[in-house]
């Protein structure tokens, strides 16, 4: 199972970012795919999930609103468009397979997110 992240960056207070994860090793549309961040010093946060066909989402309460996840099974990617970003959303961002419920794993590397003026 490989998951690679990509698409952060420094952006200003309201700006926006679309981050993606390509995946492979395993067939993407039959899992439960959601993002998670971790700033420093803290611990790992869930941000969002996806159902395997894509029609049902899910949000946490600091991201909803500005956030919306998506797939792409065809190829394989899932994506996060995040908009009016703020300074708290500063993180390494990752996607993972949610095997159940709270439990991420695998995870990709991260791609970073900074939001600062």
């Known amino acids: 199972v490989q998951l690679v992240e990509s698409g952060g960056g420094l952006v200003e207070p309201g700006g926006s970012l679309r981050l993606s994860c390509v995946a492979s090793g395993f067939i993407f549309g039959t899992v439960v795919m959601s993002w998670v ?48 970003l703020e300074i708290e959303d500063t993180a390494s961002y990752h996607c993972a397979i949610e095997t159940k419920p709270g439990f991420f794993a695998p995870r990709g590397q991260g791609t970073q997110v900074t939001v600062s003026s």
């Open 37 to 84: 961040r971790q700033a420093p010093g803290k611990g790992l946060e869930w941000v969002s999930r996806i159902s395997p066909d894509g029609a049902r989402t899910w949000y946490a309460d600091s991201v909803k609103g500005r956030f919306t996840i998506s797939s792409d099974n065809a190829k394989s990617t899932l994506y996060l468009d995040m908009n009016d």
